[in-house]
């Protein structure tokens, strides 16, 4: 089953391509250029996914793996991730969608990401993260839809319904997103049209993944340690790894027909040095977080996971603080 | 092809997200009233969203031009 991860990656691919959907650029938008297009776009996408899964999950089509909570990975990890994706031009999914688009330099911030990642999760680095896996906090579900040793969900928490939970979740994420106003934009994919989208694909992909024994939904971080692993072992490529060839194939593909296909250098060739740090942070927050902003931000906020809610305030922290020092001083 | 009397030329084609846009910023803030600044691009995520951040910033849009394939000119008059 391992093909439905390079449909669903293909889907995937071209979304973000015509959507122009990159976390970096969301988080960091608001800060620099007032500007949230993207960041409603995401708010959307998240509320209507947590409703989604729950009640495919409690239809028994899926069920939830809300990932625990790590009060070290999901802090500093994930902020050393948000320093990354601003060095790096772009977070797992832009640099990611970005390499099949002909951005040069995306295509060293991806190997030094996935390197790095790779690293961490099972080389030379691995000493970090099993240092930081030991403070994983599982929690002790009490609806049947999430699987045992998973981590906390804001239902867990509150002690409710996690539809009930979701839907309360939804209408606050809503109301920010439909009552305050929104920065225009003149794009080929609306981002209503994307949230919509992509909220179908991510159930489809959590069940696809799932029959190929991954119980996760859209993922990106371990798709590249994947990659790595199959090209320097004799690994094969798994539903994840499969994803992420598929990103970047759906992407080539958008951007080839919507004539956007170029290489692109920059003038000064520090950038790439600049990239490849940016990747290799990027690559070492990840693993430390349990997952980058798709695992986390599309896929795991979502799922109201405590783990991914705070990773991604932290890859918000770390963004910012990276933007202003690059970016934002006078 | 001299359709405006182009002030400065900002060529960032090729630079990462958001090299552009940052730089376009910088660049108007340096720049006097009713001179004009073009912004020579190659990525099409910033043919979409420098033109409305300049827009915030009161100053006019006056052309997107496609000069290439996957690049445009961007034509604005300073405020």
Same mark, same amino acid.
């Given at each position: 089953?391992?093909?439905?991860?390079?449909?669903?990656?293909?889907?995937?691919?071209?979304?973000?391509?015509?959507?122009?959907?990159?976390?970096?650029?969301?988080?960091?938008?608001?800060?620099?250029?007032?500007?949230?297009?993207?960041?409603?776009?995401?708010?959307?996408?998240?509320?209507?996914?947590?409703?989604?899964?729950?009640?495919?999950?409690?239809?028994?089509?899926?069920?939830?793996?809300?990932?625990?909570?790590?009060?070290?990975?999901?802090?500093?990890?994930?902020?050393?991730?948000?320093?990354?994706?601003?060095?790096?031009?772009?977070?797992?999914?832009?640099?990611?969608?970005?390499?099949?688009?002909?951005?040069?330099?995306?295509?060293?911030?991806?190997?030094?990401?996935?390197?790095?990642?790779?690293?961490?999760?099972?080389?030379?680095?691995?000493?970090?993260?099993?240092?930081?896996?030991?403070?994983?906090?599982?929690?002790?579900?009490?609806?049947?839809?999430?699987?045992?040793?998973?981590?906390?969900?804001?239902?867990?928490?509150?002690?409710?319904?996690?539809?009930?939970?979701? !839907?309360?979740?939804?209408?606050?994420?809503?109301?920010?997103?439909?009552?305050?106003?929104?920065?225009?934009?003149?794009?080929?994919?609306?981002?209503?049209?994307?949230?919509?989208?992509?909220?179908?694909?991510?159930?489809?992909?959590?069940?696809?993944?799932?029959?190929?024994?991954? !119980?996760?939904?859209?993922?990106?971080?371990?798709?590249?340690?994947?990659?790595?692993?199959?090209?320097?072992?004799?690994?094969?490529?798994?539903?994840?790894?499969?994803?992420?060839?598929?990103?970047?194939?759906?992407?080539?593909?958008?951007?080839?027909?919507?004539?956007?296909?170029?290489?692109?250098?920059?003038?000064?060739?520090?950038?790439?040095?600049?990239?490849?740090?940016?990747?290799?942070?990027?690559?070492?927050?990840?693993?430390?977080?349990?997952?980058?902003?798709?695992?986390?931000?599309?896929?795991?906020?979502?799922?109201?996971?405590?783990?991914? !809610?705070?990773?991604?305030?932290?890859?918000?922290?770390?963004?910012?603080?990276?933007?202003?020092?690059?970016?934002?001083?006078? | 092809?001299?359709?405006?009397?182009?002030?400065?030329?900002?060529?960032?084609?090729?630079?990462?997200?958001?090299?552009?846009?940052?730089?376009?910023?910088?660049?108007?803030?340096?720049?006097?009233?009713?001179?004009?600044?073009?912004?020579?691009?190659?990525?099409?995520?910033?043919?979409?969203?420098?033109?409305?951040?300049?827009?915030?910033?009161?100053?006019?849009?006056?052309?997107?031009?496609?000069?290439?394939?996957?690049?445009?000119?961007?034509?604005?008059?300073?405020?």
């Amino acid at each position: 089953m391992v093909w439905t991860g390079l449909l669903v990656g293909i889907l995937f691919g071209i979304i973000l391509q015509r959507g122009r959907i990159c976390f970096n650029s969301a988080y960091r938008d608001v800060l620099l250029f007032k500007d949230n297009y993207l960041l409603k776009f995401y708010t959307f996408t998240v509320g209507l996914q947590a409703i989604l899964l729950v009640v495919f999950a409690k239809l028994k089509v899926l069920v939830l793996n809300p990932a625990p909570f790590n009060p070290i990975g999901n802090t500093i990890g994930a902020y050393i991730f948000g320093l990354g994706m601003v060095l790096a031009g772009g977070c797992a999914s832009g640099v990611t969608y970005r390499i099949g688009e002909g951005m040069t330099t995306s295509w060293l911030a991806g190997l030094s990401f996935g390197l790095t990642a790779a690293a961490v999760q099972r080389g030379v680095l691995s000493f970090l993260r099993e240092g930081i896996t030991k403070f994983n906090v599982f929690a002790d579900h009490t609806s049947g839809i999430y699987m045992h040793s998973s981590g906390a969900t804001l239902a867990d928490v509150f002690k409710i319904d996690p539809l009930l939970m979701a !839907i309360i979740f939804a209408a606050a994420l809503w109301i920010y997103t439909f009552a305050t106003k929104t920065t225009k934009r003149e794009t080929k994919m609306d981002w209503r049209l994307a949230g919509v989208l992509l909220s179908a694909l991510s159930v489809f992909a959590w069940w696809t993944s799932s029959h190929a024994r991954r !119980i996760y939904g859209l993922g990106i971080t371990g798709g590249w340690v994947n990659i790595m692993n199959v090209l320097t072992t004799k690994a094969k490529v798994d539903w994840i790894g499969a994803e992420v060839l598929g990103i970047i194939i759906g992407a080539a593909i958008s951007a080839v027909a919507g004539k956007e296909f170029k290489l692109r250098m920059p003038k000064n060739p520090i950038t790439y040095v600049q990239v490849m740090i940016g990747g290799a942070l990027m690559g070492l927050g990840a693993v430390l977080a349990g997952g980058c902003n798709i695992g986390h931000s599309l896929t795991g906020v979502p799922l109201m996971a405590i783990s991914s !809610i705070v990773s991604t305030i932290f890859f918000i922290l770390g963004n910012w603080t990276m933007a202003w020092i690059l970016f934002g001083r006078k | 092809m001299a359709k405006y009397e182009v002030t400065k030329l900002l060529d960032v084609r090729g630079e990462v997200c958001p090299v552009p846009d940052v730089e376009t910023k910088r660049a108007l803030k340096d720049m006097k009233s009713g001179e004009i600044l073009c912004v020579w691009i190659d990525y099409p995520m910033s043919k979409e969203r420098i033109p409305e951040t300049v827009k915030s910033l009161g100053h006019e849009v006056l052309e997107i031009e496609e000069v290439g394939p996957s690049e445009w000119k961007i034509y604005i008059k300073v405020k």
